[in-house]
Every structure is written in structure tokens, then in C-alpha cells.
């Protein structure tokens, strides 16, 4: 019978066997020793004991695993411990007979757990052992002009290198948004930023590990206009898609009583991609009024992703775009990942993009 433990319930596997698992499961993000470390052990949210990592062992053999990160949520001024499920993964020899099915049956009873990036049939399963759906997280984009369009093409015809991510030097202002150096700078008095509203924690314990833990992989962008409410920001980076730079906003947070505070976001973003010549803008969207200004501002969706949780919330499950929760790329590691599946955790003066 296969093993199912929590990583704190046991002495044997610690966190170097996840870093040779995954090494071996996960070959495009090699070496994870670093990327782990930051996950599990640098995460402002973390805990000594492990009890968000799950494993299973069978003759012996560590042979299947689930590592669900501290991301815990917000609504209405109430911190939530919430988990985002990461690297599920059963290996292949020992598919087939219920592993994978008994260990999200095992996990999903112990945390408030929230995922994005499920396959079809890791969705169905999680799904049959209770976790729902809060709604989609969906993935947009929009070309410069139809000049950068033939510009691409030519450029890549040719096969010329784009300009290395990290040689980008982004300006201290764009329009009413100033750019933020470290978390001590941002304006947050407030837990939240939406009433009614499920949302991804954004305080500054949260702002000074994910994004500033380098200083020039993420730019963060903060409105100049302040009151008793936190200021609208937008996270970008210069990132490599289809071959050429492009801008992706990797998070952003608005009051969603203020449909313009977006507008006014994204024509700062088109701004600062124009003045650092990137081809296009990347942005993602959990939510209905989002949804709707990137459609009349000529944004397509390229991604549709079911996003589940355990989290027991009292709205229905439905297909249809609504304001319930608010998630990003930040809340995964979608924003590490370019087109080609090639995975880049940067540091300082590093680039693995291209």
C-alpha cells in the first residue's frame, strides 16, 4: 500500500528529495534548489513545519507528490490560510491505479486550497473530490500596431536576437503611476482593496519576496493619487514572447467601484510599453469588469484557464464572468514561463529568456 504523508509528519524525505523530483519531473525548470528554497522556505507566509507539502511513498520510493504554497487570501479586512497547489505530479511507472486520485482526495481535506493550470483530467479530479470552481483566470494580449506585427515577422525571418530582458531601464514616472523601489514605499493601509471580494493577500511582506527579491527582474508602479483607500499598482517586466520582447503585466489591484481607475491603468501601461519600444502588452484577468475594458481596448484572449479551490465561498459555480475573487499571474509562477515552456526563476543581472 503507497505511503501518503505531510512532509512534517516524517523524517525521511525532506526538501532536497522535492528538489530531485522535481529536477527529474519538471526537466525545463532545472536546477530547483534555488526556486524551492523561495517557494517553501523564503516565503514571507511559510511555516517551520512543512504541513503543505504532501508526498507518497511505495516500496520504498518516493514516487508522487503535491506541494501546495502558503497564499493566503483576503476578504474584507479577514485574513484567510489559503495554499496554492503546485507540482502535482504521480511518476509514470506508477499511473494508472488510483495514486494521484487518493492523494488530492488526501490533501484537499486539510487546507483552503486554491489552484490555476490544471489539465483536463487534473481538473475532473480535483473536482470530483471537492474542490470547485471560483472561476477563470484568462490570459490577454495586444500587439503594438500592425507595424511591430511585419516587424516581427521580418525579425524573426531573419532570426535576430531580441534585446536581453535585463539590459531594459524602465523611468521613474508614467503618467500619474511612480515607480516603486522597495515595499516600505507602498501606500497600503488597508488589507483590501474591494469590498465582497475574494482576493490574493498583496501586503508588503508579500510585494518585498515576490517582486523585490531582485532589482531588475519585476517594476512595480504605484498611482500617485492617494487617499484612505490603497493605490491602485500595476507589477510589469520585460518578457520574452513569439520570439521578441514584449511588456507582461505580471499583477495589478484597482478599486472595482472605479471602472476608470483600469483604464487609466492600462493607457499607463501602453505608455510605458511605447517608451521601451516592446512589442505588446501580456495581461491576465480574473474578473468581469476587467474582462470587459481589455475587450473594448482591443485585447484578445489567448488562455482560458478553470481556477479551483476548497475555500468555502458562498457564490455559485458558474461559467459566467463575475467580480467574486481577483488573482494574477503572480499568484502561480505563470509569469516565469515563456511561450515555449521555457521556464526562467531570475535573479539579479540573470536572464534565461533568450
Not at 225 to 248: R, T
Amino acid at each position: 500500500m503507497p505511503y501518503y504523508f505531510r512532509f512534517s509528519e516524517q523524517q525521511k524525505y525532506g526538501l532536497s528529495a522535492i528538489n530531485e523530483f522535481n529536477d527529474i519531473c519538471f526537466p525545463f525548470r532545472r536546477p530547483h534548489i534555488a526556486y524551492d528554497r523561495y517557494r517553501f522556505v523564503e516565503n514571507p507566509f511559510a511555516a517551520t513545519e512543512k504541513d503543505y507539502l504532501y508526498g507518497v511513498e511505495k516500496d520504498g520510493k518516493y514516487i508522487a507528490q503535491m506541494l501546495s504554497m502558503p497564499a493566503p487570501l483576503s476578504l474584507n479586512e479577514n485574513e484567510i490560510p489559503a495554499f496554492w497547489g503546485q507540482d502535482y505530479f504521480v511518476l509514470e511507472d506508477y499511473r494508472g491505479i488510483g495514486i494521484g486520485k487518493e492523494l488530492a482526495n488526501y490533501y484537499l481535506k486539510k487546507d483552503h486550497y486554491i489552484a490555476v493550470g490544471f489539465s483536463p483530467k487534473s481538473a475532473v479530479i480535483h473536482q470530483k473530490m471537492g474542490a470547485r470552481k471560483i472561476g477563470y483566470l484568462d490570459s490577454y494580449r495586444k500587439w503594438g500596431s500592425t507595424f511591430l506585427k511585419i516587424k516581427f515577422l521580418f525579425q524573426r525571418g531573419l532570426k535576430i536576437n531580441s534585446k536581453k530582458t535585463s539590459d531594459y531601464q524602465f523611468p521613474e514616472t508614467v503618467n500619474d503611476f511612480e515607480r516603486i523601489k522597495t515595499a516600505d514605499e507602498l501606500y497600503l493601509p488597508k488589507l483590501n482593496w474591494n469590498k465582497n471580494v475574494l482576493e490574493s493577500i498583496r501586503n508588503k511582506a508579500y510585494f518585498e519576496w515576490r517582486f523585490f527579491y531582485s532589482s531588475d527582474v519585476y517594476f512595480v508602479y504605484q498611482s500617485n493619487e492617494k487617499s484612505d483607500k490603497n493605490a491602485v499598482y500595476f507589477v510589469c517586466k520585460p518578457y520574452f514572447y513569439k520570439g521578441v520582447n514584449w511588456l507582461k503585466v505580471v499583477d495589478y489591484r484597482f478599486d472595482n467601484t472605479k471602472p476608470n481607475e483600469f483604464r487609466k491603468l492600462l493607457s499607463s501601461i501602453e505608455m510605458l510599453r511605447k517608451r521601451m519600444k516592446l512589442f505588446g502588452v501580456l495581461v491576465s484577468s480574473s474578473q468581469k469588469i476587467s474582462n470587459e475594458t481589455l475587450r473594448k481596448t482591443g485585447f484578445t484572449k489567448y488562455k482560458h484557464e478553470i481556477v479551483l479551490t476548497t475555500f468555502p465561498f458562498t457564490h455559485p459555480e458558474t461559467d459566467e464572468e463575475h467580480n467574486h475573487f481577483i488573482i494574477s499571474f503572480a499568484d502561480s509562477d505563470l509569469d516565469m514561463h515563456n511561450h515555449l515552456g521555457r521556464f526562467n526563476f531570475e535573479k539579479s543581472g540573470e536572464s534565461a529568456n533568450q
